[in-house]
């Protein structure tokens, strides 16, 4: 049976097994950005993510999330996404990281929604419709790409109510203008107390200037703000 380890232990645990999948390098092993290291390492019981897009958030989570059910038994996390095909990648990435450990642990169901475990810890991941949450109790909850959820405030209030009894909820998104749950919570309009972390491409090592100037080129000044300058003004014009 796995060890009951602590959550702040993640990180280490990445480090050690988890392997990611790009098209470029094939499988590898994870080598944390900054950012991902201070994500991880944040114990707050409320987060929001503010990033670029294809900053490696996702991947981040997801082996978050994948630690916490390995090591911690009847934990049960849940992953809220825009659509189910969105919601079937998170479960991939977890896939992959489990695919390549040395000694994976025991799983007794796995599809494109759900992965339970030996130890009784699930995670699971689906698609934002209204009721999403609403009779699930869960000890952490994610919501990816929040900005660009439909019914964003009736999801955020099941979501709150399905922690209610102590769990963490991390929200995550590009930045998609202002006429949205995610924006009024970054801007502490609503929602009370977060951590935040903010991820600008600048941030990811993969990006430079020279790809800034061909990309920035190759878009429309709204879409560039949305994907990857973190601007919710220009994003929403």
Not at 69 to 93: C, G, K
Request: proline residues 5%; neutral net charge.
């Amino acid at each position: 049976q796995p060890s009951k380890a602590p959550k702040t232990d993640a990180l280490t645990w990445a480090k050690a097994n988890a392997r990611i999948v790009t098209p470029s390098q094939g499988v590898s092993p994870w080598e944390p950005y900054d950012y991902q290291e201070r994500l991880l390492e944040d114990q707050s019981r409320r987060r929001l993510i503010l990033k670029a897009r294809q900053t490696g958030i996702s991947t981040a989570i997801a082996l978050e999330a994948l630690y916490y059910a390995i090591h911690l038994p009847y934990d049960r996390t849940l992953f809220v996404s825009r659509n189910q095909e969105a919601a079937s990648v998170l479960i991939r990435y977890c896939q992959h990281t489990l695919n390549g450990m040395r000694t994976p642990p025991q799983l007794v169901n796995e599809n494109q929604s759900r992965l339970a475990f030996s130890n009784g810890s699930q995670i699971l991941s689906l698609p934002a419709v209204p009721s999403t949450g609403r009779s699930i109790a869960a000890t952490d909850a994610y919501l990816d790409e929040f900005a660009f959820t439909a019914y964003d405030a009736l999801i955020y209030e099941s979501i709150i109510g399905t922690i209610s009894t102590g769990g963490s909820l991390t929200i995550l998104s590009t930045a998609n203008g202002r006429n949205n749950m995610y924006f009024r919570l970054w801007s502490g309009l609503e929602g009370g107390a977060w951590s935040r972390h903010s991820i600008h491409w600048s941030d990811c090592p993969r990006y430079d200037m020279v790809w800034e100037a061909k990309t920035r080129a190759s878009m429309t000044r709204q879409s560039f703000a949305q994907e990857y300058d973190l601007d919710f003004l220009t994003s929403g014009d």
